[in-house]
């Protein structure tokens, strides 16, 4: 069993930051993709980023620039840096990761998603 926590979100003004942190736990082989999603009410899950077990980024277009993805390997960590925050950016943060086993069979795991807020 796998379990993914995230933390860090909060209420800030446009044009402020936060950084976002998702430590995942339990039964670990490895972990491949690392991802960060967010969902505004009344809207549809969306991408913002991901960040491979290499290093390798993606990034949503309307985050490019002003949110960088990392990941700490060694503490099973993955951060979302956000920066120059604007009122669009609210939304419930959920991360997102691909758990495998040994055998090579992998899986997706979700957090319990945490809250960011820009007031305008």
């Known amino acids: 069993q796998v379990q993914l926590v995230e933390s860090g979100g909060g209420l800030v003004q446009a044009g402020g930051s936060l950084r976002l942190s998702c430590a995942a736990s339990?039964?670990?082989?490895?972990?491949?993709?690392m991802r960060w999603y967010r969902q505004a009410p009344g809207k549809q899950r969306e991408l913002v980023a991901d960040?491979?077990?290499?290093?390798?980024?993606y990034y949503a277009d309307s985050v490019k620039g002003r949110f960088t993805i990392s990941r700490d390997n060694a503490k099973n960590t993955v951060y979302l840096q956000m920066n120059s925050l604007k009122p669009e950016d609210t939304a419930a943060y959920y991360c997102?990761?691909?758990?495998?086993?040994?055998?090579?069979?992998?899986?997706?795991?979700w957090g319990q998603g945490t809250q960011v807020t820009v007031s305008s």
């Open positions: 339990g039964s670990i082989f490895s972990i491949n993709n």
């Open positions: 960040i491979t077990s290499g290093g390798s980024t």
């Open positions: 997102n990761a691909d758990f495998c086993y040994s055998s090579g069979s992998c899986f997706g795991s």
